[in-house]
């Protein structure tokens, strides 16, 4: 049985106050996007986890996939699998992939092996095994809260736009990041600034991380003023980094503007 974790985008992020936890509250729309890779398992004699395509530093074991199934096997009695990750998301990006595959993983379990967990069930589980592994449970654009993890139906579209997804070969430290910014309630709510058109966007949604890491960070900032420049309606960091998104009106081949990046483009859906 085979799945397709996609990764998401923010659209807008601010960070609106510090917990007494050491977290931070947030407010963001995530929005799903067309950008996959390939989760296969298949029946075997023992578990067993192997990778493909993006490489990933860390032992099977700290790989969220695994950590699903392990979650997983604490409530439930799970057979033995082979377990494949072609990754196609980069990693430290922003886009959610590590959280997109441990989500999968639960609803592709889920189908496999017949549980019938439903759906709010399995954003509890997802939840406990990172702050945005529930949204990849539904894959519907939410306005997000908390720390990213109470969610909010978000009206939005994006179906009429061509997306550039550049992710340099820079590490942007998400601890690190968070610690740069000063929390504070925007003037102009999150909720209203989405509901405008998207060619109303630039300067207006915007995402807090991107002022410290742009100054630590310049070349992430020149990749903004890049897709601008090559006609984007909206460009943005999506959450702390280090890729950049551009929104665009029409298809475009930017892979030669950024060369040594991961580049991606395709229609959103």
């Not at 960070?15 to 977290?23: L, N, T």
């Not at 592709?108 to 997802?126: G, M, Q, T, V, Y």
Request: proline share 7%.
């Amino acid at each position: 049985m085979i799945c397709f974790p996609n990764a998401k985008i923010n659209l807008g992020l601010r960070i609106v106050g510090k917990r007494s936890d050491g977290y931070h509250d947030i407010e963001t729309v995530f929005y799903p996007v067309p950008l996959k890779e390939a989760l296969e398992i298949v029946p075997a004699s023992r578990l067993t986890f192997t990778q493909t395509g993006i490489p990933v530093d860390a032992p099977a074991e700290k790989n969220l996939v695994m950590k699903a199934y392990r979650l997983l096997e604490k409530q439930y009695s799970l057979p033995p699998v082979a377990i494949h990750l072609l990754k196609a998301i980069p990693s430290g990006a922003g886009l959610g992939g590590g959280s997109a595959d441990a989500a999968f993983m639960l609803k592709l379990l889920n189908d496999f092996c017949s549980l019938h967990i439903p759906a709010h069930e399995l954003e509890k589980l997802a939840s406990a095994l990172g702050a945005d592994c529930a949204f990849f449970i539904r894959n519907t654009p939410v306005f997000a809260t908390g720390t990213g993890n109470i969610f909010a139906p978000a009206d939005v579209s994006l179906k009429k736009y061509y997306l550039c997804v550049v992710k340099p070969d820079i590490f942007v430290s998400t601890p690190e990041a968070y610690s740069l910014v000063k929390p504070a309630v925007p003037d102009t709510s999150l909720k209203e600034i989405i509901g405008s058109p998207v060619e109303e966007w630039k300067g207006r949604l915007v995402n807090d991380f991107e002022e410290s890491v742009f100054a630590r960070h310049p070349a992430i900032g020149k990749i903004k003023d890049t897709l601008y420049q090559a006609g984007a309606v909206y460009a943005s960091m999506s959450g702390s980094g280090s890729s950049v998104f551009g929104l665009f009106g029409q298809p475009v081949r930017l892979n030669e503007r950024f060369p040594g990046c991961y580049v991606w483009e395709g229609w959103l859906e």
